[in-house]
């Protein structure tokens, strides 16, 4: 690029955005990139601070311009349900289209972050978000950047975001207790799993209250899945006192379980489960009652958005699982 007096830049287009900032009162782009500089513009540049503009000069050849980069690196990145956001400043940003769970390939990403002067910046892997949310952001660091970075991050092959809707529609919660069986206590979990289901558009379709019985637990999860539950919750009796049955009831009645306990606080008393034909069976934890978040916010956007879930995954959980 070659530097030119403001004064002399008549008649050139701006290289780059010029931005104007007044602390507490506004941030906006008077001039954009392509502006074709008037003498009217020169007074207007001079109390933005800009005594020089720059110019593409032709060994400029080989560089791409702080925007064409953006706008590769979205393209590389983008997955399923996003669009891009207007270019500002050299930026794009990734929009989300439909509410679901955004999933980050974190290796790819890393990998592309570290070419270079190439920046992609994104929401934690596995974050709940809504149609019309930012979740990614693309840029380089310099104006120009040599087009063999891009060029090198072509080869990572993408996606590195991808979001997932939420299709889980219809739950299913069996309460276990003979107190709230027999009407000595109110049921307190189930109007608290409805209120934080019904962010992700899911709504009750059977409700089972059963004695502290195996058999019986079993029986319920049955109907309430042969009701069309979508996902199953289990409430009651997940702790390890020897009464404490609903966790070996969803043992049985499951095809294959994940996991019972998690390495995350509050609410580690949490059983992963899966029906033969993918319905997730969920033994909420005590926990629910008491805080938010707990492991039942980590884990049920997952399994809404039908994104299976590992005894991998869950050990992972503990970095960053101490919730407060």
Do not use: W
Request: hydrophobic share 40%; proline share 5%.
């Amino acid at each position: 690029m070659k530097e030119i007096n403001v004064q002399d830049a008549v008649g050139h287009a701006l290289v780059h955005d010029i931005v104007r900032i007044v602390i507490g009162e506004v941030k906006d782009t008077p001039f954009r990139r392509g502006h074709v500089i008037t003498e009217a513009d020169v007074p207007k540049l001079l109390d933005l601070g800009k005594e020089h503009i720059y110019v593409m000069e032709p060994e400029d050849e080989g560089f791409l311009h702080e925007e064409d980069v953006a706008r590769a690196l979205y393209t590389i990145a983008k997955g399923d349900h996003m669009h891009d956001g207007p270019m500002a400043q050299g930026k794009i940003e990734a929009i989300a289209d439909v509410d679901g769970l955004l999933k980050v390939d974190v290796d790819k990403l890393y990998a592309i972050n570290s070419i270079g002067e190439l920046t992609i910046v994104t929401k934690l892997n596995n974050t709940p978000v809504k149609a019309g949310d930012k979740i990614a952001g693309m840029r380089c660091i310099p104006l120009l950047l040599e087009e063999q970075q891009i060029t090198e991050a072509q080869k990572i092959c993408g996606p590195i975001l991808t979001i997932k809707p939420f299709v889980r529609k219809t739950m299913g919660i069996v309460t276990t207790g003979s107190e709230v069986f027999e009407g000595r206590i109110n049921d307190a979990f189930t109007p608290i799993i409805e209120e934080r289901c019904a962010e992700f558009g899911v709504k009750k379709i059977a409700h089972e209250i059963v004695t502290d019985n195996t058999d019986d637990i079993v029986a319920a999860i049955d109907k309430v899945k042969a009701a069309g539950a979508d996902i199953i919750f289990c409430t009651g009796g997940m702790s390890v006192d020897p009464d404490d049955l609903t966790p070996g009831a969803i043992k049985r009645y499951a095809d294959r379980v994940v996991t019972y306990g998690l390495p995350v606080l509050p609410g580690s008393m949490v059983c992963i489960a899966y029906c033969a034909d993918g319905t997730p069976i969920l033994g909420v934890p005590g926990g629910v009652l008491f805080s938010k978040p707990t492991a039942f916010d980590e884990i049920v956007p997952r399994l809404i958005a039908d994104d299976a879930i590992t005894k991998e995954d869950c050990i992972a959980l503990g970095h960053g699982g101490f919730l407060g």
